[in-house]
């Protein structure tokens, strides 16, 4: 059975700061992996997604990589600010039963602190 | 472009009673699935759908049952709820990128 851990499960920081979240699987044999955010009361909202076959993945001030070889990824935030505040959630999708299905990781939420 | 839409947004039932969450996406999307949150847990599927007419069990299908009769439509039924059942309800659909809708927050009294 595929896991997802994050660490740490919250994290505070000053704005401005570059800051790391981590994600680790036990199943190295995943279709892709997926970074959401999601702000308190809200639903989900994708962020990034990395195939199995790529490395990493940018979007703005994100960076997402992938080592399927250690079972990590990490999501890399540069310069912080306030409204980056939100839980981080990774879930690693892998192929089961002719389907495609999420894992999800408990999340690291993140406070930016102006 | 709606995405994917659930209703109600919250709902309390008295223990026992039974109700549906409806879940709807426009995105012509096969694989559709119902996913609970609850705090410090993460979250769980329930059961999920690879396209209309086919659905299976997820982590913690118990207490609850699906169907899928159109591409668009995915609706999660509880019966008989009980207390257990307090939960943030989440649908979503995917091809490669998941998307989800804005969640149903369900407490059983």
């Known amino acids: 059975k595929q896991e997802v851990t994050q660490i740490p499960a919250a994290l505070s920081v000053p704005e401005g700061e570059n800051l790391v979240l981590n994600c680790s699987f036990t199943?190295?044999?995943?279709?892709?992996l997926q970074w959401f955010r999601q702000d308190p009361g809200k639903g989900l909202t994708s962020l990034l997604l990395?195939?199995?076959?790529?490395r990493e993945q940018t979007s703005g001030r994100l960076n997402a990589s992938l080592d399927k070889s250690s079972g990590r990824s990490t999501l890399y935030i540069a310069a912080s600010q306030p409204g980056d505040s939100a839980t981080y959630l990774c879930?690693?999708?892998?192929?089961?039963?002719?389907?495609?299905?999420?894992?999800f990781g408990k999340g690291t939420k993140l406070s930016v602190i102006p | 472009n709606a995405g994917v839409t659930q209703t109600p947004k919250f709902r309390i039932l008295k223990i026992g009673q039974s109700m549906t969450l409806q879940c709807t996406q426009d995105m012509n999307h096969n694989y559709m699935y119902w996913y609970r949150q609850d705090p410090g847990m993460g979250l769980k599927l329930i059961y999920y759908s690879v396209g209309a007419g086919i659905t299976d069990k997820g982590e913690v299908p118990n207490g609850y049952n699906v169907s899928r009769s159109t591409t668009e439509d995915f609706p999660l039924r509880l019966e008989l709820a009980a207390p257990s059942q307090t939960s943030v309800y989440f649908c979503?659909?995917?091809?490669?990128?998941?998307?989800f809708g804005q969640g149903t927050r369900l407490t059983v009294v």
């Open positions: 990395i195939q199995s076959s790529q």
């Open positions: 979503a659909s995917s091809y490669d990128l998941a998307f």
């Open positions: 879930a690693a999708s892998y192929s089961g039963a002719g389907s495609y299905q999420l894992t």
């Open positions: 199943d190295s044999a995943i279709y892709n």
